[in-house]
C-alpha cells in the first residue's frame, strides 16, 4: 500500500464563536496526524469572517509552534495575539516558533486592540530566527502610542535580526521602533506605511531610528501624507548609502513636491535604479513632462533603470503586488 503524503503546509480557520475552542478543534484534528506536526512548513491562521478580529492567548500560539517544531511561515488574517499574565514560557525540551523565519499578521478590517503592541513583543521573545516581518492594519486603524510607549522602553529587546520589516499598523508606533532598532545591522528593506497622529507620537525617535538603519537599506518605501510632513523624513534620504529601490507614497498634489525634496538630500551618487513613485488620489496632477524634467534635474537619478508612477495602491496585497512587480526591473 502507498503511504500517504504527509503535507507541509496547514491552514486553520478560526470560527465566530468559541475563538479558542474552534481553533483547538481545528489544529488537534490536522497536527495530531501521524508525523504531522514536525513536517508542517507553512501555517495560515485566519478568521472566517472579517467583521471583528478575535484575540488569542500567547500561550496557544505557543502551543501550536511546539506541535510544528519546524514552523517556517506563519500568518495570521484577521486573528491578533493577546497578552496574558504571567507571560507563557518556553518548554525547553519543546521550544516554539524557534524556525520561524517569516511572520505576516494583517487584519483587514479590524480594530486594532491597544494589547496588540505588548502581546506582540512578547511573542518575538520566541522567535529569535525570524527575517522577515509584516504587520499591515487597515488605513484606518488607530495606532496607540502615548499609553504604551514608556512601558514598551522597560520590554526586552526582540531577539531576531530582521532583513525585512513591513511596517504597515498592527503595533503602536514606539513597538515599530524597538523592532527597527532591534535589527539595525541587518535591516534591509523597510516598508513605513502605518498612519498616526503626529500630537503625542515619537516622530525624534522614529526618525532616529531611521538615520541609524539608512545606511544599510536597500530598499525604502515611504507613505507621505502631506508635503509639509516631508521634512520629517530629510534627514533619512541624508543617511541612505546603497538605496537601489525607493517607493514614495503622496497625495496627488503633493508628489512631485516631495520627491523633489527628499531625494534631493540623497548622496548624488546614491545607486538608485528602480523607483516607483505613487499617488493618492483620482487623477494625478503631473504628466510625464513634469516626471522627465524632474529626472533631468536631480543627479540622484542618473543612475536609474526603471521609473513608475501612478495611483497608489489600495490595499496591502496590492502595494506588495507593486513592491514585488518592480523587485526585478535592474
Same mark, same amino acid.
Given at each position: 500500500?502507498?503511504?500517504?503524503?504527509?503535507?507541509?503546509?496547514?491552514?486553520?480557520?478560526?470560527?465566530?464563536?468559541?475563538?479558542?475552542?474552534?481553533?483547538?478543534?481545528?489544529?488537534?484534528?490536522?497536527?495530531?496526524? @501521524?508525523?504531522?506536526?514536525?513536517?508542517?512548513?507553512?501555517?495560515?491562521?485566519?478568521?472566517?469572517?472579517?467583521?471583528?478580529?478575535?484575540?488569542?492567548?500567547?500561550?496557544?500560539?505557543?502551543?501550536?509552534?511546539?506541535?510544528?517544531?519546524?514552523?517556517?511561515?506563519?500568518?495570521?488574517?484577521?486573528?491578533?495575539?493577546?497578552?496574558?499574565?504571567?507571560?507563557?514560557?518556553?518548554?525547553?525540551?519543546?521550544?516554539?516558533?524557534?524556525?520561524?523565519?517569516?511572520?505576516?499578521?494583517?487584519?483587514?478590517?479590524?480594530?486594532?486592540?491597544?494589547?496588540?503592541?505588548?502581546? =506582540? =513583543?512578547?511573542?518575538?521573545?520566541?522567535?529569535?530566527?525570524?527575517?522577515?516581518?509584516?504587520?499591515?492594519?487597515?488605513?484606518?486603524?488607530?495606532?496607540?502610542?502615548?499609553?504604551?510607549?514608556?512601558?514598551?522602553?522597560?520590554?526586552?529587546? @526582540?531577539?531576531?535580526?530582521?532583513?525585512?520589516?513591513?511596517?504597515?499598523?498592527?503595533?503602536?508606533?514606539?513597538?515599530?521602533?524597538?523592532?527597527?532598532?532591534?535589527?539595525?545591522?541587518?535591516?534591509?528593506?523597510?516598508?513605513?506605511?502605518? &498612519?498616526?497622529? @503626529?500630537?503625542?507620537?515619537?516622530?525624534?525617535?522614529?526618525?532616529?531610528?531611521?538615520?541609524?538603519?539608512?545606511?544599510?537599506?536597500?530598499?525604502?518605501?515611504?507613505?507621505?501624507?502631506?508635503?509639509?510632513?516631508?521634512?520629517?523624513?530629510?534627514?533619512?534620504?541624508?543617511?541612505?548609502?546603497?538605496?537601489?529601490?525607493?517607493?514614495?507614497?503622496?497625495?496627488?498634489?503633493?508628489?512631485?513636491?516631495?520627491?523633489?525634496?527628499?531625494?534631493?538630500?540623497?548622496?548624488?551618487?546614491?545607486?538608485?535604479?528602480?523607483?516607483?513613485?505613487?499617488?493618492?488620489?483620482?487623477?494625478?496632477?503631473?504628466?510625464?513632462?513634469?516626471?522627465?524634467?524632474?529626472?533631468?534635474?536631480?543627479?540622484?537619478?542618473?543612475?536609474? &533603470?526603471?521609473?513608475?508612477?501612478?495611483?497608489?495602491?489600495?490595499?496591502?496585497?496590492?502595494?506588495?503586488?507593486?513592491?514585488?512587480?518592480?523587485?526585478?526591473?535592474?
Amino acid at each position: 500500500m502507498r503511504s500517504r503524503a504527509v503535507p507541509t503546509t496547514v491552514h486553520i480557520t478560526v470560527r465566530a464563536e468559541g475563538v479558542i475552542g474552534s481553533l483547538k478543534r481545528s489544529a488537534l484534528r490536522q497536527l495530531n496526524l @501521524p508525523g504531522m506536526g514536525p513536517s508542517v512548513r507553512t501555517m495560515q491562521l485566519r478568521r472566517s469572517e472579517e467583521r471583528n478580529c478575535p484575540t488569542l492567548a500567547n500561550g496557544i500560539l505557543l502551543d501550536l509552534g511546539q506541535r510544528c517544531p519546524n514552523l517556517r511561515t506563519l500568518s495570521m488574517q484577521n486573528v491578533l495575539p493577546e497578552s496574558s499574565s504571567p507571560q507563557p514560557r518556553d518548554d525547553p525540551d519543546k521550544p516554539a516558533f524557534r524556525s520561524l523565519v517569516t511572520l505576516h499578521v494583517y487584519p483587514s478590517r479590524a480594530q486594532i486592540l491597544r494589547g496588540s503592541t505588548e502581546a =506582540l =513583543l512578547h511573542l518575538f521573545l520566541h522567535m529569535p530566527c525570524l527575517l522577515d516581518l509584516t504587520l499591515w492594519g487597515p488605513a484606518d486603524s488607530p495606532l496607540f502610542d502615548c499609553e504604551d510607549a514608556k512601558q514598551i522602553t522597560t520590554m526586552p529587546t @526582540p531577539p531576531f535580526r530582521l532583513e525585512a520589516f513591513r511596517y504597515g499598523g498592527v503595533i503602536s508606533l514606539s513597538g515599530a521602533i524597538q523592532i527597527i532598532l532591534a535589527s539595525s545591522r541587518t535591516l534591509r528593506e523597510l516598508e513605513l506605511t502605518a &498612519r498616526w497622529a @503626529p500630537a503625542g507620537a515619537p516622530e525624534g525617535a522614529l526618525v532616529a531610528a531611521l538615520v541609524h538603519v539608512a545606511p544599510r537599506l536597500t530598499h525604502f518605501y515611504v507613505l507621505v501624507r502631506t508635503e509639509s510632513s516631508s521634512a520629517l523624513f530629510e534627514p533619512v534620504f541624508a543617511a541612505l548609502r546603497h538605496l537601489h529601490h525607493l517607493f514614495i507614497e503622496a497625495p496627488s498634489q503633493a508628489l512631485m513636491g516631495t520627491t523633489a525634496r527628499l531625494v534631493s538630500r540623497a548622496p548624488e551618487r546614491l545607486p538608485l535604479h528602480v523607483i516607483a513613485l505613487q499617488y493618492a488620489g483620482d487623477v494625478s496632477t503631473h504628466d510625464e513632462v513634469d516626471w522627465a524634467r524632474l529626472v533631468t534635474d536631480l543627479p540622484q537619478f542618473q543612475r536609474m &533603470r526603471h521609473l513608475e508612477w501612478g495611483p497608489a495602491p489600495d490595499t496591502a496585497a496590492e502595494r506588495q503586488e507593486l513592491i514585488d512587480r518592480n523587485r526585478n526591473s535592474i
